[in-house]
T-cell receptor, first 113, second 110 residues
Framework: DTGVSQNPRHKITKRGQNVTFRCDPI?????LYWYRQTLGQGPEFLTY????????KSRLLSDRFSAERPKGSFSTLEIQRTEQGDSAMYLC???????????FGQGTRLTVV | RKEVEQDPGPFNVPEGATVAFNCTYS??????FFWYRQDCRKEPKLLMS???SGNEDGRFTAQLNRASQYISLLIRDSKLSDSATYLC???????????FGTGTRLTVIP
């Protein structure tokens, strides 16, 4: 499968725990995006990487959220001290360059109990 | 004001009907436009790009009106399998992310 891959697909965690999600983009894509989606809403942009550089992170929801892409390939999104309001689908997407369409992974569904 | 606005619907149409969705965007510097389709509890998937001259792909036609800052999607001869949420997406010049609308929910009824 050469598409965007996300792991895990589902995560249930207790409030206050830290969680980390992984995204493997399409191999030749240098841009990688993280989005969050809640029921009835469109995907909400969180952050963006071009290769290993995080070029946009002002829309991360709070300082509990952080993302990395250390070698310009896979990326991780970490949420510290999870809250019930963090429950959502977290989507990763990748694209080839400027103004090109993005391809999404199947997402990680987070439930905070 | 949101970057991208869509009527959330729902639109309930009979099989064979023609249905149209509009989407407005706030920034005139927006440069690239797309329609994505999202099935329930699945990821968004690219349906089609929207070109300045308008473009067609089978039963689907997309148009862009830069002067009025809106894009449209027309679906002809609706099929049951067209039932999904249709997301309008805009890339703003100089920005590094895709802005999504809320999505318009379509249900095609037998």
């Amino acid at each position: 499968d050469t598409g965007v891959s996300q792991n895990p697909r589902h995560k249930i965690t207790k409030r206050g725990q830290n969680v980390t999600f992984r995204c493997d983009p399409i191999s030749e894509h240098n841009r990688l995006y993280w989005y969050r989606q809640t029921l009835g809403q469109g995907p909400e942009f969180l952050t963006y990487f071009q290769n290993e550089a995080q070029l946009e992170k002002s829309r991360l929801l709070s300082d509990r959220f952080s993302a990395e892409r250390p070698k310009g390939s896979f990326s991780t999104l970490e949420i510290q001290r999870t809250e019930q309001g963090d429950s959502a689908m977290y989507l990763c997407a990748s694209s080839l360059g400027d103004n090109t369409e993005a391809f999404f992974g199947q997402g990680t569904r987070l439930t905070v109990v | 004001r949101k970057e991208v606005e869509q009527d959330p619907g729902p639109f309930n149409v009979p099989e064979g009907a023609t249905v149209a969705f509009n989407c407005t965007y706030s920034n005139s510097a927006s440069q690239s436009f797309f329609w994505y389709r999202q099935d329930c509890r699945k990821e968004p998937k690219l349906l089609m790009s929207v070109y300045s001259s308008g473009n067609e792909d089978g039963r689907f036609t997309a148009q862009l009106n830069r002067a009025s800052q809106y894009i449209s999607l027309l679906i002809r001869d609706s099929k049951l399998s067209d039932s999904a949420t249709y997301l309008c997406v805009v890339i703003k010049t100089g920005a590094n992310n895709l802005f999504f609308g809320t999505g318009t929910r379509l249900t095609v009824i037998p």
